[in-house]
Nanobody
Framework: EVQLVESGGGLVQPGGSLRLSCAASGFTVDDYAMSWVRQAPGKGLEWVSSISSYISSTYYADSVKGRFTMSTDNAGNTVYLQMNSLKSEDTAVYYC?????????????WGKGTLVTVSS
């Protein structure tokens, strides 16, 4: 059974950092592309980042480029999102999702999300 469990969210001041983790089970994260997607209060889903270990590539939304870093830990079967220089507009529930393909495609499994609140 495929499962994704996010952790690491919390309250942080503007300019601060957080690292989100996504523990995967039921598949190997390096065999599929993985994504982070967020939903701010009262807004729709926003794609944040994707990674494909198969082609060693990582992609970011313009809104987070240069501040966020996505990575995988094959040994721990975990996906990470390092978030630096956080802004109030980064406040959202962050979801980890498995992509159907090795490089791109729709997302077929989602975690339940972890809340990140950026506020002073």
């Amino acid at each position: 059974e495929v499962q994704l469990v996010e952790s690491g969210g919390g309250l942080v001041q503007p300019g601060g950092s957080l690292r989100l983790s996504c523990a995967a089970s039921g598949f190997t994260v390096d065999d599929y592309a993985m994504s982070w997607v967020r939903q701010a209060p009262g807004k729709g889903l926003e794609w944040v980042s994707s990674i494909s270990s198969y082609i060693s590539s990582t992609y970011y939304a313009d809104s987070v480029k240069g501040r966020f870093t996505m990575s995988t830990d094959n040994a721990g079967n975990t996906v990470y999102l390092q978030m630096n220089s956080l802004k109030s507009e980064d406040t959202a529930v962050y979801y980890c999702a498995k992509v159907i393909g090795r490089v791109a495609g729709g997302m077929d499994y989602w975690g339940k999300g972890t809340l990140v609140t950026v506020s002073s």
